[in-house]
């Protein structure tokens, strides 16, 4: 339940299956008391005692229910490692010390690689985080500011190639944005301004021959449109105006 827009008491998310995959205590949107995670098969993976202020103990169960990993905060550090039911792969690590996350924060996927690090400084997101597939390669990086995205990103693809690049400001787009296709031909060229698109944007076919230009005014209204054929001639046009109006794509032969 909520209370004044917080959660409050008992939350109790389940699998697809029925079975529980949490058991979880809330106080005015605070975690508190015991909160249990559970595998798919309703064995008990986790368990972590929250006060108002930190994670005071924890315990980690394998399929059996022998505790694999434990921990308790001694002055209000705690050196932190979950794991996987199988007891022996490391599900996630971080460190806190003075109740608060501190340093780098990983989380691994079940075959033990690596999936996802972060970077804290007083239990907020600072520098740089990297997300990785589960071959291991990287997914994307960004740098994080105050728990948001603040600085370039870049994603790539499974192979390892460059999927999409732009800024982040505060959590939200700016500026210039590339998109790339599976072969690594730009596919969008777009531009942002605190997460709007505004002013022309550029798409291109899977060859990297564009298709068509479009604009957004000053207020990240949808403005105009012009469309080519193959040779780069303009084959259509049309404008709208003050944001309404009926417009018609031109069906390209390329």
């Given at each position: 339940s909520f209370k004044f827009g917080k959660k409050d008491g008992v939350w109790k998310p389940f699998y697809d299956n029925g079975m529980i995959s949490e058991e979880e205590n809330y106080e005015n949107g605070i975690q508190i008391g015991s909160q249990k995670d559970y595998d798919i098969d309703g064995k008990l993976m986790l368990d972590r005692l929250f006060t108002k202020t930190e994670i005071k103990k924890y315990a980690c169960y394998d399929k059996s229910g022998v505790v694999v990993k434990e921990g308790q905060a001694k002055g209000g550090d705690l050196d932190y490692t979950g794991y996987f039911p199988d007891g022996k792969t490391i599900s996630s690590h971080l460190t806190i010390k003075d109740k608060l996350i501190e340093g780098k924060a990983t989380i691994y996927y079940p075959n033990g690689v690596l999936k996802t690090e972060y970077n804290y400084v007083n239990s907020v997101k600072m520098g740089p985080a990297k997300f990785y597939f589960l071959n291991g390669n990287i997914e994307r990086e960004?740098?994080?500011?105050?728990?948001?995205?603040?600085?370039?990103?870049?994603?790539?693809?499974?192979?390892?190639?460059?999927?999409?690049?732009?800024?982040?400001?505060?959590?939200?787009?700016?500026?210039?944005?590339?998109?790339?296709?599976?072969?690594?031909?730009?596919?969008?060229?777009?531009?942002?301004?605190?997460?709007?698109?505004?002013?022309?944007?550029?798409?291109?076919?899977?060859?990297?021959?564009?298709?068509?230009?479009?604009?957004?005014?000053?207020?990240?209204?949808?403005?105009?449109?012009?469309?080519f054929d193959s040779t780069g001639n303009m084959i259509n046009y049309f404008e709208l105006k003050n944001g309404s109006g009926d417009f018609k794509s031109v069906n390209l032969d390329k």
């Open positions: 960004v740098n994080y500011k105050d728990d948001v995205a603040d600085g370039y990103f870049v994603g790539y693809t499974i192979h390892g190639d460059v999927l999409n690049e732009g800024w982040y400001v505060d959590g939200n787009l700016q500026g210039r944005w590339l998109y790339n296709n599976a072969i690594g031909v730009v596919s969008k060229d777009e531009y942002y301004l605190n997460d709007e698109q505004i002013g022309v944007q550029h798409y291109y076919d899977n060859f990297g021959v564009k298709d068509n230009d479009v604009f957004y005014d000053e207020n990240g209204q949808f403005a105009k449109m012009q469309e």
